[in-house]
Nanobody
Framework: QVQLVESGGGLVQPGGSLRLSCTAS????????MDWYRQAPGKQRELVAS???????NYAGSVKGRFTISRDNAKNTVYLQMNSLKAEDTAVYYC???????????WGQGTQVTVSS
């Protein structure tokens, strides 16, 4: 079983920055895509950023140019650097990973990010 644990959330003022981390632990054979999702109150969960095992990235239009996703495969960790934060970035951020070979998906428990003055 694989567990994902996020950290780095908190309260930040508009225009500020935060860096989220998500580390996978347990019996890990492989991790393919590692993503960050977010869910704001009353809204559906949405994909924020995605990174493949080879380092290819994709971003939601609303965060492109402000957020950067990266990963350290040796540490089984994915990061999300969030700059120029806006109030509308306020949400619970979830880490996701998958192992396509065996068809398993893994989710973290979420970390709250609040952007407010």
């Amino acid at each position: 079983q694989v567990q994902l644990v996020e950290s780095g959330g908190g309260l930040v003022q508009p225009g500020g920055s935060l860096r989220l981390s998500c580390t996978a632990s347990g019996i890990i054979f492989r991790l393919d895509t590692m993503d960050w999702y977010r869910q704001a109150p009353g809204k559906q969960r949405e994909l924020v950023a995605s990174i493949s095992s080879g380092g290819s990235t994709n971003y939601a239009g609303s965060v492109k140019g402000r957020f950067t996703i990266s990963r350290d495969n040796a540490k089984n960790t994915v990061y999300l650097q969030m700059n120029s934060l806006k109030a509308e970035d306020t949400a619970v951020y979830y880490c996701y990973a998958n192992n396509r070979l065996i068809g398993h998906d893994y989710w973290g428990q979420g970390t709250q990010v609040t952007v407010s003055s």
